[in-house]
């Protein structure tokens, strides 16, 4: 946890949690003591003075790619997975609120009765008025990622770093799970992200990341503080800028 009284380094930041990491190990699904520790650590990093956004994931529901490769049309895929994200942000939205954080969602594909439609200045008044904006609908596009949406939002809002919670600690040589010669690495540029292939985030994501050098902290959110302590400046994963 960050030093009482600590200035946290980052005023603005995007969180992308992806679907997996609210499945926790039932592989799927939101897992009830998983979301709640996630909306712990956020509501840890809003009490600090942090802006903070979220761009949530829905691969734990439904994924367009998937569908598509057992015979759905892939757009209509892509919708359901988007859709699916929404479920995510309403279940991250209902445990933040019961931990006394104000939060809005806002999603990509209008549906007003259950969340503001997505602009710009809006979800930027809501983060100057210490609301948690979260990001729901994906870009609202067949065809893209979370991981997309996440670095597209971070550079709307202006966000200083783009925090990507994952179930790992961070970039590896190779996959730790599979190789045990895996090394860990704890800092990296863009360039030897790319001329490596080490899996940061889709190519897509990546290269906006890159074009407009939005530095990336890739952590495990699994490990308690880890959020509040990556704000507070400390190396904890790795950062690709
Ligand atoms: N998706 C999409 N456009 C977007 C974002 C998401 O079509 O801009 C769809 C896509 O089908 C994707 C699904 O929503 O598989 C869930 O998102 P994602 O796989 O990025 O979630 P995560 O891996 O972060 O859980």
Known sequence: MAAPGAAPAYRRILLKVSGEALAGDQ???I???VIGRIAEEIAEVVRLGVEVAVVIGGGNIFRGIAASAGGMDRATGDYM????TVINALALQDMLEKKGVDTRVMTAIRMEE???PYIRRRAVRHLEKGRMVIF???TGNPYFSTDTAAVLRALEIEAKVLLKATNVDGVYTADPKKDPTA???GELSFRDALVNGYAVMDANAFGLC???RLPIVVFNINQPGATARVLAGERVGTIVQ
């Open 27 to 29: 592989g799927y699904g």
């Open 114 to 116: 259950l969340a503001e």
């Open 136 to 138: 729901a609908g994906g």
């Open 31 to 33: 897992g009830p003591d």
């Open 210 to 212: 890159k074009e407009n």
């Open 81 to 84: 997975g988007m859709l699916a």
């Open 183 to 185: 090394t860990f690495l």
